[in-house]
């Protein structure tokens, strides 16, 4: 066990800005001069029911500027006392409004004269209203897809997405997304903080994993953010996606339950579940999931072997795995409000995992002495749990919106590798060389302690500004124990210099961001502070510090028209499992290997971004230095590629994606979305480390998502994809297509739902990996099962639309996702 860390005190010093940091605090500070001329009357009141003299609260309070415009300057809630305040309101004429469901609106003109810095407007008694609210029926829905200055929001409740897509299914249909077996990609870029309610999801393989056991009827929408600003941390360099499930608007209970069925060479199927009840003090959810899931990987392979840059021999590989995963989840949240402005949380998450497989592999190596056959029966156990535990703090400081939020976490995570291989090896002429036995055990324990202080101050509808403070200590223990079977006895192997390692890591953050609105012009500064102290065991030590800035504006040119431009700088620390020199055999001849010398890169990226009506177009380039990238290096005397990660020269990242939404006719919506991406790599040569090697490419990608409404409940989706392929270090990814369709049935009074669905119905969503650098030029493709029929039933009990003041908190996202959790 580790040891529990001893208490930390964390400073923070101001270091010397650098010239481009200068521009920024100097912009900052002309905006807070701004800000404070600003007038400062501030209005309050209280809203009353009339007959019975109780307070009204919750009631919708509306002060709008009078005028041909009526525009609205504030809106606030009362509070559970009936009270209002409306701050910094400048000196003029306005009408006022106060709304409540059941209630006569009550309106009335109000002066604020200069210099008056209070004005009580006293008592509003809104009268009972006789309504018949049973005869309403609302038409109008969100569309599919909205295009903001700095997101895309993808609007999944109640569409024909939702319904029979897991989570990973629908983000795999966003815009300029690109997702296969676990690798994601947003317009281009690898390093992409995923949000599940503000909390981390993993990246790689595992993110299938997670995502898989969230139905998509449970999710409300998702948010694609390509220029993330200083509030999140510093190493999304590839922007940030947040996924968020539904919320309730009326108090009371709800409950719903799931079950889906996948069909395809392999069978599937999972249960889900969820229980959300909500008063005006306590509000509990908890939802949980299991699944199972079969399928296999099927692959052929070829290599070229050489001795320097002259071939010597060549390699045909056959892999033939069965799988069988089984994943589940749980998550609880328990929220107290001892007043309308507190809340007081604890959170719990519990994620447990497990793959296993078996399977033969073979190889057919030629060499000029002749054919050696190798074949292996090899059997894979991965298990992994994840637990993490966040108590917090929220307090709302007034009516517009600021609060102070403090939370702590700490997390827990646990995985197993272990691997056995019984090989034969046959030489030239069939002749039994020799039969061995080997066996491969990897566990890993992380600890992670994270504290943080987040504070927003809004002065007005046009200026907000947040800060905070954060500190992390992650923790690990690893080891690896190699064994070969010897004499009938098991004999440890000497694969790596460490038999057991371990490391701490320390990183110390604050940061600010201002938003400041100046008529149609919106400006964003901010500035994130990182320092970082890391201790590796066996290794070597480092500490550094960094400053992270990011600014952008918006300008409103029209109502139809806005352009946006932005800069970030951003930081990728390696994943924590990359810092673990160990080493996993994929067969005789792959390997992969950690790297305790990772350092991290850095990203600068620049964004200019056009919205028009629903139309956009979005331009981005991005340049990375220390680029952390896959690689291979080739162990010559044994014949075997080694899988690692390295920090490469420079990447260079050029994107433009254009996005479309066309509804031809009333019952015919579509969302189309084009990507065009050019990308540039410069590295070492892989024989000779003096001479530059620099790799290039230009990709497109393009989706079509088309929905249908039948009508009487009926509803259809077709959605298409193409890729024309890309590149991952030195490996080149062929293009790949895919298309699904669809069709659901709501019954019950839209209580029920079934949907059956086709996915990747050309089966071509397995594109081929080569590379041609000498000495690693090899080519695979790799079969899983991706084809498949998917049957899908929901049912919500209780109310359906029930309101719910939960809170989310996200202060240990960035060591959930180096973690892959």
Do not use: C
């Not at 890591?505 to 961001?513: K, M, P, R, S």
């Not at 990747?760 to 594109?767: A, C, K, R, S």
């Amino acid at each position: 066990m580790t040891a529990s860390p001893r208490p930390r005190k964390l400073s923070i010093a101001l270091l010397p800005a650098a010239p481009a940091y200068r521009v920024v605090a100097l912009l900052l500070v002309w905006l807070l001069a701004t800000t404070g001329a600003l007038a400062q009357t501030t209005l309050t009141g209280r809203a009353l029911d009339q007959q019975k003299q109780e307070a009204l609260p919750f009631a919708n309070v509306v002060l709008k500027a009078t005028g041909p415009e009526t525009k609205v300057v504030q809106a606030v809630l009362t509070d559970e006392n009936g009270r209002f305040t409306l701050p910094a309101v400048k000196p003029g004429s306005y009408e006022l409004q106060v709304l409540q469901l059941g209630y006569t609106p009550h309106t009335q003109v109000v002066q604020v004269a200069a210099a008056t810095p209070a004005l009580d407007l006293g008592t509003m008694a809104l009268p009972a209203a006789a309504q018949r609210l049973d005869e309403v029926v609302v038409m109008a829905r969100k569309p599919l897809l909205e295009q903001k200055p700095d997101r895309v929001v993808m609007n999944v409740d109640n569409s024909l997405l939702a319904a029979g897509n897991s989570a990973y299914d629908i983000l795999a249909m966003a815009p300029a997304v690109q997702l296969v077996d676990g690798r994601l990609t947003f317009r281009g870029k690898g390093n992409v903080l995923i949000l599940l309610n503000g909390k981390r999801l993993p990246r790689g393989t595992s993110l299938e994993t997670v995502l898989a056991s969230l139905p998509g009827d449970q999710i409300e929408r998702i948010e694609l953010i390509s220029n993330p600003s200083a509030k999140y941390d510093a190493d999304a360099t590839g922007g940030v996606i947040e996924i968020y499930t539904k919320r309730s608007k009326e108090l009371g209970w709800t409950a719903n339950v799931g079950a889906n069925f996948r069909q395809g060479q392999r069978t599937g199927a999972g249960l889900t579940g969820g229980l959300r009840v909500s008063s005006p003090k306590l509000d509990f959810a908890a939802s949980g999931s299991f699944s199972r899931r079969e399928g296999f990987e099927r692959g052929t392979g070829s290599r070229t072997l050489y001795e320097g840059r002259q071939p010597a021999a060549t390699l045909g590989q056959v892999r033939n795995l069965n799988k069988v995963s089984r994943d589940g989840s749980f998550n609880s949240s328990l929220n107290y409000h001892p007043s309308a402005r507190t809340t007081v949380g604890f959170d719990v998450d519990w994620l447990p995992g497990s793959l296993a497989g078996a399977g033969i592999a073979r190889a057919d190596l030629a060499q000029a002495a002749g054919l050696t056959t190798s074949n292996i029966q090899e059997e894979v156990m991965l298990k992994q749990a994840f637990t993490n535990y966040t108590l917090f703090y929220k307090h709302t400081l007034d009516s517009l919106g600021s609060n102070l939020l403090l939370s702590g976490n700490y997390a827990t995570y646990r995985s197993e590798q272990q691997q056995s291989f019984d090989q034969e090896i046959a030489g030239p002429g069939n002749a039994l060389s020799r039969a061995s036995s080997f066996r491969n055990f990897i566990p890993a324990t992380y600890h992670i302690f994270t504290g943080s202080a987040d504070y927003a101050k809004t002065w007005n509808p046009t200026t907000r500004l947040e800060s905070g403070l954060k500190y992390t200590d992650t923790r690990n223990q690893s080891r690896q124990l190699a064994e070969s079977l010897r004499d009938g006895a098991w004999q440890p192997e000497a694969l790596t210099p460490f038999s057991q390692v371990g490391y701490q890591e320390q990183v110390a953050a604050g940061y600010f961001n201002l938003n400041h609105t100046i008529g149609r012009l919106s400006l964003q500064g901010g500035l994130r502070t990182e320092h970082t102290r890391y201790t590796v065991v066996s290794g070597i030590d480092s500490s550094y510090f960094n400053l992270f800035p990011n600014v952008r504006a918006d300008y409103k040119a029209s109502n139809n028209y806005t352009a946006s431009l932005g800069y970030a700088r951003n930081i990728q620390r390696p994943a924590y499992e990359s810092l673990i020199p160990f080493e996993r055999f994929l067969d005789t001849y792959t390997t992969m290997r950690g790297n305790a010398s990772l350092r991290p890169e850095y990203a600068h990226s620049f964004s200019w971004n056009n919205l028009y009506q629903s139309y956009s177009l979005q331009l981005n380039y991005t340049q990375t230095t220390g680029a952390i990238s896959s690689v291979y290096l080739y162990d010559a005397p044994n014949l075997r590629f080694v899988n690692t990660t390295q920090n490469l020269r420079q990447r260079h990242l050029a994107t433009a994606t254009l996005t479309a939404p066309l509804t031809p006719t009333k019952w015919w919506s579509m969302n189309n979305s084009a990507s065009v991406i050019y990308q540039q790599l410069r590295f070492p040569d892989p024989l000779d480390a003096a001479t530059p090697y620099t790799k290039s490419q230009t990709n497109f990608t393009a989706s079509s998502d088309n929905t249908f409404t039948i009508g009487k409940g009926w509803s259809t989706r077709v959605y298409g994809l193409y890729n024309s392929g890309s590149f991952d270090g030195l490996f080149d990814i062929g293009p790949y297509s895919y298309v699904s369709v669809g069709v659901k049935k709501s019954f019950w009074e839209k209580r029920a739902s079934l949907n059956l669905t086709v996915v990747d119905l050309f089966y071509q969503l397995n594109p081929r990996v080569s590379s041609s650098v000498v000495p690693f030029v090899s080519s695979q493709q790799m079969r899983n099962d991706t084809r498949q029929v998917r049957l899908s039933f929901t049912y919500n009990f209780g109310k359906t639309d029930l309101k719910s003041k939960r809170l989310e908190n996200n202060s240990n996202a960035a060591e959930r996702g180096r973690l892959g959790m």
